[in-house]
């Protein structure tokens, strides 16, 4: 029986055992504060994406979570795709916003511009959009719109660590990113995420610090003060050094998931995939399938490990709307992730397209 072949692996190094071991030894492995290799990772970070400013936290649920903290969303409307992890419109609807749900492209998955325009009202305050298994959304597009009706680009990056738009980093067009660092991400550590601030929001690091941590502000060895509240969304010591080790990798390993994506692109004999794009991280590739729940047994029989992004959240319990998004919920029935990440061998990668293509 052939090795399966798994959907997500994190690229695990000697660099990245050694400096686990380090900091195990060293009995320092967090704190509140964000000292050491947490500050380090947040100061590369900033300047692998040519951000205003950074702060790290312990998950991408944390950054957004946070990030939206950061505005006023009472009695306002956030405009977000359905075709995300629910983690991105739970931060709406935690922060006292309204979801709006915008439908997305038929080629990319991200969220539609057009579609953004037609749900401007006058209570929109946020664009939040999603950059769908690594592609870019239409950023420039997105950008004029929040000129033109004063509103706010709030970003989720989960997967786009070290994607590009026009020539820049995601994580320096918007006024506020988030990043996910999660085990399965691009750039992984064992629980991580970042909220880069750009524009008039560089100035809210301070109040992002102390949020991060119970609302602890104004500290001076054990004195301090709590003017708000805050949680404990600190990121720990283990993932920051796992953090910078992964960061220097992260440029090479994004090179070779772009490799398999190229082939994907090209030797899956299907209509609907993913298409091919030098600016994306490729943190997902997918496929759309007629017979989902099928394939996906074919592949699992076959040991390759397939999985769902996402079912869509305006069809969730919580969110649900009488609204109609027909490529999102054409994408509810028949997308399907496929293994892309830098531990594929060739020789896998040939299984993988071979046996894709005998079971669609
Ligand atoms: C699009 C998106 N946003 C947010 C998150 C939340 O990130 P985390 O799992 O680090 O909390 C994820 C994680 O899967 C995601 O895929």
Same mark, same amino acid.
Request: glycine content about 6%; aromatic content about 8%.
């Given at each position: ?103 997305? &492209?038929? #080629?990319? !998955? ?5 579609? =953004?325009? *037609?749900?401007?009202? %006058? ?125 220097? &990798?992260? #440029?090479? !390993? ?5 490799? =398999?994506? *190229?082939?994907?692109? %090209? ?94």
């Amino acid at each position: 029986m052939a090795k399966k072949i798994k959907l997500f692996d994190p690229s695990v190094g000697t660099k990245e055992q050694q400096v686990t071991q380090q900091v195990l030894k060293s009995h320092f492995w967090a704190s509140g504060a964000g000292i050491g290799h947490v500050k380090k990772f947040e100061d590369s970070f900033r300047k692998f994406i040519d951000s205003d400013n950074c702060v790290a936290v312990n998950s991408g649920t944390a950054a957004l979570n946070l990030a939206l903290s950061l505005i006023d969303l009472k009695g306002k409307e956030v405009i977000v795709p359905s075709l995300t992890f629910v983690a991105t419109v739970n931060a709406i609807l935690l922060n006292g916003g309204k979801p709006v749900f915008a439908d997305v &492209k038929h #080629d990319t !998955m991200c969220i539609d511009p057009h579609h =953004i325009e *037609k749900l401007i009202t %006058k209570k929109t305050k946020v664009i939040l959009p999603v950059h769908y298994a690594g592609m870019p959304c239409d950023l420039d597009k997105i950008q004029q719109m929040c000129k033109k009706n004063d509103l706010i680009l709030i970003e989720d990056a989960a997967h786009a660590s070290g994607a590009k738009f026009m020539g820049k980093r995601i994580g320096s067009h918007g006024d506020i990113v988030c990043f996910s660092f999660h085990p399965v991400k691009n750039l992984a550590m064992p629980t991580g995420g970042l909220i880069a601030i750009n524009s008039e929001h560089r100035k809210m690091r301070d109040v992002l610090l102390a949020r991060r941590w119970c609302g602890i502000t104004n500290r001076n060895n054990f004195e301090y003060d709590v003017k708000e509240v805050g949680w404990n969304y600190y990121m720990n010591e283990i993932s920051a050094a796992i953090g910078l080790v992964q960061l220097k &990798k992260l #440029d090479a !390993m994004n090179r070779t998931r772009r490799q =398999i994506a *190229k082939r994907y692109s %090209k030797e899956i004999n299907l209509e609907r995939k993913m298409p091919f794009d030098e600016n994306c991280s490729y943190h997902l590739y997918w496929l759309m399938v007629k017979n989902r729940k099928k394939f996906m047994e074919k592949m699992f029989n076959a040991g390759i490990e397939t999985g769902i992004h996402y079912r869509p959240v305006h069809t969730m319990s919580l969110y649900k709307k009488n609204i109609s998004l027909p490529i999102t919920e054409t994408a509810g029935k028949g997308i399907v992730s496929i293994p892309i990440h830098q531990n594929l061998s060739d020789a896998e990668v040939d299984r993988i397209i071979r046996t894709v293509n005998q079971n669609v």
